[in-house]
DNA sequence: ATGAAAGCGCTAACAT
DNA sequence: ATGTTAGCGCTTTCAT
């Protein structure tokens, strides 16, 4: 089945006109008279046209398009970035065109080269966990194409980044435990290449440090592919639960990893904070609804998409070649609550 | 900055042929020596060329993109669904083009449009809560553009739709309430003129009425935007809750419905089930952590996803016009938890 | 087996 | 003020 859409030259036919006055008038152009103009307008509004979007970016060279790559959009943290895009992208005429590589490097890849294939005037990017070669965004980046990385970012690559001050938000949250009266704090980490991992990992160390708790390497406990399996969260709380310092506390360093880790308590019935407090990254409305509800470090992620696509699309409009990048980093919140107090809660 | 791009020009320059030879080479087509193939395959491996998609559509009137209307993407059920959506179009070689109305007419309108002006093979379809006048569809479809409706479908356009069993989801869920011993239940429901408000109502009230419980229209609680606000949910909430009879139990009818009510109530610290029970639709995967844990309604998002995108890019592909349309109602899942059972759980 | 040329819808020189 | 033409990248007749 095929869907026919009228065209400048259909309009061009029936007001016997020639395509070019078309064009003109629908754009408003100065050498066109006030009547032909006024002709065009109505006809066109009347036979509701719409322009060929690939008509147009095959002449002008952009398409009006923005790609998005990112892990994963049913997780609360990427949904509410996407929220943040699209309110900017929609204002300034963008589409957004989504793609999800679900942690896997081949699929970020393939997503990638799908979106760059010129369909796209940037791209905005947070990495996979399984991303350690980034000569794909290398290579698009040297060869002119603007993008912004946002969230797990690639240090690689000079351009303009949007991130969350994940150190403070770790150092903050590790505070709290340890003023709580917890001083064995494990900590439930993502993959450990990728940006916020480290930038996370620092945090809760210089807390610790900085109480006289000393580092221990084995309260560490990673997921290569941030938890997207719950295989993975299970087999890093049991050796967090079963470690030999019996840990007081965890800190979980994502979305994903929290409510995983969370879901596999509970499911454990080992009681929280009783047994073990939980703390971690979270952007779920959900929070305060738990049982307990959930001590957790929330990151501007609406705000975070926003920047990042106004940044992008300043990139994409500008004239001249942009040289000067920037960092923006954005400020985490802590928010308390019963899965990290001492004293039992009353449900 | 612009990102310019290797095209068949380059590459018949490149190795002196005719940019036809190059775009046959490139086919496969059988009247192309092996040699020549072999040279312009390699070549164009070797300088990682990709056809631009704005030519592609232009020529071949399609864009191989598929457009999916919804109202959020921060909701578990639609992003569930989405991933469904994905994963087949992905396989199949489209492009998923996301655009949310939030809940607005208008911007519903927008959208379609945008993604209507032959941006797009299809459209995959999930009505606002606003929408009552549907002619921004009737138009497209007329036209013959293939539209596949999925979870609030509109009921005047004759083409695959795919839906939960809503009817049997309430149905369920109310059984269950009244089998456990509440009678006085009351639903809070989203706004009155989408399918799925209608189709959960009727479950809910043939449920009272084979039990002799008498239908009280009063106790049916209306969120004209699906809850979005969550003033919306407030108000409801408190009517409910205030009403004259006692409710004992509520029956949400949506997932943003449900997690809203649940928690307010919990603000409120209106215990559930103690004070009232709460049974809701929900994907969420945390309604076990919650507390107390939610008795809720699941719907098969992502093979709701799947189906949709199959039966659109059906349509899309098809040679001849599709005469014969289904629609495809698929099983509800109701999981019992302890927000919905007199007795208090012990956490 | 390969090349030349037309055309998809649109815009922008370049006429007139 | 309006028309004619070329060209964006690609496919596809129609030559050769």
């Known amino acids: 089945m095929k869907y026919e859409a009228i065209t400048i030259k259909d309009i061009a036919k029936a007001l016997g006109l020639a395509t070019s006055t078309v064009s003109r008038a629908l754009k408003g152009s100065y050498e066109i008279s006030a009547e032909t103009r006024k002709l065009v307008l109505e006809y066109a509004e009347k036979i509701n046209y719409r322009p ?71 791209l905005l990017v947070s990495l996979s966990t399984e991303t350690i070669d980034m000569s794909h965004f290398h290579s698009l980046h040297d060869k002119g194409l603007p993008i912004v990385f946002f969230d797990r970012v690639c240090e690689t690559i000079d351009t303009h980044k949007v991130i969350s001050d994940n150190f403070k938000g770790t150092y903050d949250a590790t505070l709290h435990l340890i003023n709580s009266g917890y001083k064995r704090i494990a900590h439930l980490a993502s993959a450990p290449n990728i940006s916020t991992t480290k930038e996370r990992l620092a945090g809760y160390r210089k807390a610790l440090e900085e109480n006289r708790i000393s580092y221990d390497e084995s309260l560490v406990m990673y997921c290569a592919h941030g938890g997207l399996g719950q295989d993975e969260i299970e087999s890093a709380l049991s050796q967090i639960i079963n470690h030999q310092s019996k840990p007081e506390a965890i800190l979980a360093a994502s979305d994903r990893l929290t409510l995983g880790a969370m879901a ?23 929070a305060n609804i738990f ?17 990042a696509t106004e940044k992008l699309i300043e990139i994409i409009e500008s004239k001249k070649p942009v040289l000067k990048f920037e960092t923006s980093v954005l400020k985490t919140e802590l928010v308390i609550r019963a899965s990290s107090t001492m004293i039992k809660p009353n449900e």
Request: positive net charge.
């Open 52 to 122: 060929n979007p690939s008509a147009l970016s095959l002449k002008e060279k952009r398409s009006r398009a923005i790609g998005v790559v990112v892990c994963e959009i049913a997780n609360t943290f990427f949904s509410q970035v996407i929220n943040g895009i699209e309110s900017i992208a929609y204002d300034r005429g963008y589409y957004v065109i989504i793609s999800q590589s679900h942690e896997s490097y081949g699929r970020e890849v393939l997503n990638t080269q799908h979106l760059a294939s010129r369909s796209v005037d940037g």
């Open 264 to 286: 596999w308590l509970k499911d454990k019935k080992i009681s929280i904070p009783g047994k073990i407090a939980l703390v971690g990254f979270t952007n779920s409305q959900q």
């Open 291 to 307: 049982s307990p509800s959930l001590t957790s470090i929330r990151q501007p992620a609406f705000e975070m998409g926003q920047i």
